[in-house]
């Protein structure tokens, strides 16, 4: 089938203007729009934007802002990591210290340290609730989740926490500070920050600058894996990828992976609907730009500070960055994803920096740091189907950045970058 032509617009450095074909060709495959944003020493050196924010395709905007899925925990994780710099909490409390009611049923002794490195227990949130609806519903989930029961001994496996993790940390955030989670981002890295779009429960005054999400088909189908055929499909297709990866010694555990991520009617849950944006979903709903989440990282590539304003103490950003126990079994996720603490380590299509960190999230977004270089990358989507930890798309845009940080000549934080203008998004983009 061919591409529709691809316009990008926005401005990068020249250094990295392989960037700007990355994005051009990722849109042009699948879909939709998409913006990118690099910053490098402390500067922007790229932050550009194509393709369309909705199915009757408008044109991608400067402001425009996605929901980002996962890619929403590394900003709540980095609000429990400021309380923790400011001695609100600290990683070894046990949770129940600060929130006495989730001292139930054999929680007594989790702490905050397994909760950020998912070794809490705690991810089977089809078995903590009836529908996913709920999932909008704050009080509902704490509760679920104080009467909850470690599906396996805390400390013992690490299993990703797909959606229960934004309610854990979230209402951990909430008992330290006293304030919700949508005024902690506000008050704690959106205003310090300068930041022009970062939400995790967004006011309705900002709705109109939300991308559609634009799903093919089976995308829905791969959701709905209760009673359909795509889903009877997709189980039978599962068991068939895990006896592959059996002999490599990788064992895929459905049983934990419908538990973590597919509760009962996610199916039909609309991720990209008004109520769900405004919502508190702290592990799936964040709406964000790319320059935002691109500026945040940037303050944590650069040792806890940007511009003047520092966000997080050195001690306290290593500690939230280091590598945490790998000896665990594992469930929902098979492989080694070298958590930290509310982060996971970092791949891209030119090789795994060594001490980047960050998030990715379902249907392709992400964004991290690597403090080595000093650089960070956000990238937001609209279209198109990934893993629960973004896709191709991630990681080329990531081996981009890196490919052009490690080729630039000179290697000193750079001044303003010079603007290198791109062709402007026409009106009625996807014309050949």
Same mark, same amino acid.
């Not at 929680?107 to 529908?131: A, C, F, P, W």
């Not at 559609?212 to 209760?226: A, F, K, M, V």
């Given at each position: 089938?061919?591409?529709?032509?691809?316009?990008?617009?926005?401005?990068?450095?020249?250094?990295?203007?392989?960037?700007?074909?990355t994005?051009?060709?990722?849109? $042009?495959?699948?879909g939709?729009?998409?913006?990118?944003?690099?910053?490098?020493?402390?500067?922007?050196?790229?932050?550009?934007?194509?393709?369309?924010?909705?199915?009757?395709?408008?044109?991608?905007?400067?402001?425009?802002?996605?929901?980002?899925?996962?890619?929403?925990?590394?900003?709540?994780?980095?609000l429990?990591? @400021?309380?923790?710099?400011?001695?609100?909490?600290?990683?070894?409390?046990?949770?129940?210290?600060?929130w006495?009611?989730?001292?139930?049923?054999?929680?007594?002794?989790?702490?905050?340290?397994?909760?950020?490195?998912?070794?809490?227990?705690?991810?089977? @949130?089809?078995? &903590? @609730?009836?529908?996913?609806? *709920?999932?909008?519903?704050?009080?509902?989930m704490?509760a679920?989740?104080?009467?909850?029961?470690?599906?396996?001994?805390?400390?013992?496996?690490?299993?990703?926490?797909?959606?229960?993790?934004?309610?854990?940390?979230?209402?951990?955030?909430?008992?330290?500070?006293?304030?919700?989670?949508?005024?902690?981002?506000?008050?704690?890295?959106v205003?310090?920050?300068?930041?022009?779009?970062?939400?995790?429960? =967004?006011?309705?005054?900002?709705?109109?600058?939300? =991308?559609?999400?634009?799903?093919?088909?089976? %995308?829905?189908?791969?959701?709905?894996?209760?009673?359909?055929?795509?889903?009877?499909?997709?189980?039978?297709?599962?068991? &068939?990828?895990g006896?592959?990866?059996?002999?490599?010694?990788l064992?895929?555990?459905?049983?934990?992976?419908?538990? %973590?991520?597919a509760?009962?009617?996610?199916?039909?849950? /609309?991720?990209?609907?008004?109520?769900?944006?405004?919502?508190?979903?702290?592990?799936?709903?964040?709406?964000?730009?790319?320059?935002s989440?691109?500026? &945040?990282?940037?303050?944590?590539?650069? $040792?806890?500070e940007? /511009?003047?304003?520092?966000?997080?103490?050195? *001690?306290?950003?290593s500690?939230?960055?280091?590598?945490?126990?790998?000896?665990?079994?594992?469930?929902? @996720?098979?492989w080694?994803?070298?958590?930290?603490? $509310?982060?996971?380590?970092?791949?891209?299509?030119?090789?795994?920096?060594r001490?980047?960190?960050?998030?990715?999230?379902?249907?392709?977004?992400?964004?991290w740091? /690597?403090?080595e270089?000093?650089? %960070?990358?956000?990238?937001?989507?609209?279209a198109?189907?990934?893993?629960?930890?973004?896709?191709?798309?991630?990681?080329?845009?990531? $081996?981009?950045?890196?490919?052009?940080?490690?080729?630039?000549?000179? *290697?000193?934080?750079?001044?303003?970058?010079?603007?290198?203008?791109?062709?402007?998004?026409?009106?009625?983009?996807?014309?050949?």
């Amino acid at each position: 089938m061919a591409r529709h032509k691809v316009y990008v617009d926005g401005f990068t450095h020249p250094d990295f203007h392989p960037v700007v074909s990355t994005l051009r060709d990722i849109v $042009g495959q699948f879909g939709g729009g998409a913006g990118v944003c690099i910053y490098h020493h402390g500067e922007v050196v790229a932050d550009i934007w194509a393709g369309q924010r909705n199915r009757a395709g408008a044109p991608w905007l400067s402001d425009t802002m996605a929901p980002s899925f996962s890619t929403t925990k590394g900003v709540a994780s980095t609000l429990l990591h @400021i309380l923790v710099d400011r001695g609100l909490l600290d990683y070894d409390d046990r949770v129940c210290d600060h929130w006495p009611e989730f001292a139930q049923a054999g929680k007594e002794h989790i702490t905050v340290r397994q909760v950020l490195s998912h070794q809490s227990g705690l991810y089977h @949130i089809r078995q &903590m @609730i009836d529908h996913a609806d *709920r999932m909008r519903d704050w009080p509902h989930m704490i509760a679920a989740i104080e009467k909850a029961s470690p599906i396996h001994t805390p400390g013992t496996h690490t299993g990703y926490h797909g959606l229960t993790y934004g309610f854990l940390v979230g209402e951990l955030v909430r008992r330290v500070s006293g304030q919700p989670i949508p005024q902690l981002v506000r008050d704690l890295i959106v205003r310090p920050l300068g930041l022009d779009g970062m939400y995790i429960g =967004a006011p309705r005054a900002v709705l109109h600058r939300a =991308a559609e999400l634009i799903w093919p088909g089976q %995308s829905r189908g791969l959701l709905n894996l209760e009673g359909t055929a795509p889903g009877r499909a997709i189980l039978q297709a599962a068991h &068939m990828v895990g006896g592959l990866l059996r002999p490599i010694g990788l064992q895929l555990d459905l049983d934990s992976i419908l538990d %973590s991520l597919a509760p009962r009617g996610i199916g039909a849950f /609309d991720f990209g609907s008004p109520d769900t944006l405004r919502a508190t979903i702290p592990a799936a709903n964040g709406l964000f730009t790319a320059r935002s989440l691109a500026r &945040m990282y940037a303050a944590l590539a650069g $040792g806890g500070e940007l /511009d003047g304003t520092r966000l997080l103490s050195r *001690r306290t950003l290593s500690r939230a960055t280091r590598v945490q126990d790998r000896t665990h079994g594992r469930r929902v @996720i098979p492989w080694d994803m070298r958590w930290r603490l $509310g982060y996971h380590g970092v791949a891209t299509t030119y090789g795994i920096p060594r001490r980047a960190f960050g998030h990715f999230g379902f249907g392709g977004s992400g964004a991290w740091a /690597d403090p080595e270089r000093n650089l %960070s990358v956000g990238l937001i989507v609209n279209a198109g189907f990934g893993t629960p930890f973004g896709d191709i798309r991630i990681l080329r845009i990531g $081996g981009a950045a890196l490919r052009c940080s490690e080729k630039r000549l000179d *290697r000193r934080p750079i001044a303003a970058p010079p603007e290198r203008r791109l062709r402007s998004v026409p009106a009625a983009l996807g014309a050949n």
